[in-house]
């Protein structure tokens, strides 16, 4: 399933985070990311983000679009499709244009979808988001 969603990114994977791997830190790049092992810090790209079944990341991340099939433990910002297939787990709060949760994924948190603008950060935006609603 998740070589299927990999597939539908029609992009070029540039990093890849292997299995048995594991990264302290913030990561940025600029075309797509495959995260299979752990990240403990912000994952921020231009391109796609996906993270494979063994993939966790404890952090906020922020792609173009988003595939989930490990563990998200963080915000989410994305200005495209944001996906969490079954096998996604996400504890955090997203901001996205659109979103599809697979049955027996889980997400807890709260999801802002087709707003007028996606802002930069994550963690940041949803908080932007309530301000401006509240003005």
Do not use: W, Y
Request: glycine share 14%; aromatic share 0%; hydrophobic share 35%.
């Amino acid at each position: 399933m998740l070589k299927k969603q990999t597939e539908q990114t029609n992009t070029k994977i540039s990093s890849i985070i292997g299995a048995d791997m594991v990264v302290e830190g913030n990561i940025k790049a600029k075309d797509t990311i495959r995260v299979e092992g752990g990240v403990t810090g912000n994952v921020e790209t231009e391109g796609a983000l996906i993270i494979s079944a063994t993939g966790r990341v404890k952090g906020n991340v922020k792609g173009s679009s988003i595939v989930i099939g490990g563990v998200l433990e963080g915000d989410l910002v994305s200005n495209g499709k944001t996906e969490v297939i079954s096998t996604g787990k996400v504890i955090g709060n997203m901001h996205t244009k659109s979103l599809i949760v697979d049955e027996n994924a889980v997400f807890q948190g709260q999801c802002i979808m087709n707003a007028e603008e996606v802002l930069g950060l994550p963690g940041e935006n949803l908080k932007q988001i309530e301000d401006k609603k509240g003005k």
